[in-house]
């Protein structure tokens, strides 16, 4: 799906994206088993990725207000 061309749109847009990929990316944790460590590592990364990437976008939303946009 585009991009909207205004930033405050697009980042609510992603956060919301973000926040169904991890959702989906911890009940795949919860059914991958322990022995399947390359799988769940690789989760357990990219779910970190997202949570890195959600408070970024919660930082900037959060300028955007203070800015009075």
Do not use: C, Y
């Amino acid at each position: 799906m585009p991009r909207p061309f205004n930033e405050r749109e697009s980042l609510k847009q992603e956060r919301g994206e973000l926040r169904t990929r991890l959702t989906a990316d911890h009940q795949e944790m919860e059914v991958t088993p322990a022995p399947h460590r390359t799988r769940r590592e690789f989760l357990m990364w990219r779910i970190r990725q997202a949570e890195l990437r959600l408070a970024t976008i919660e930082a900037r939303l959060a300028a955007i207000r203070a800015e009075g946009h």
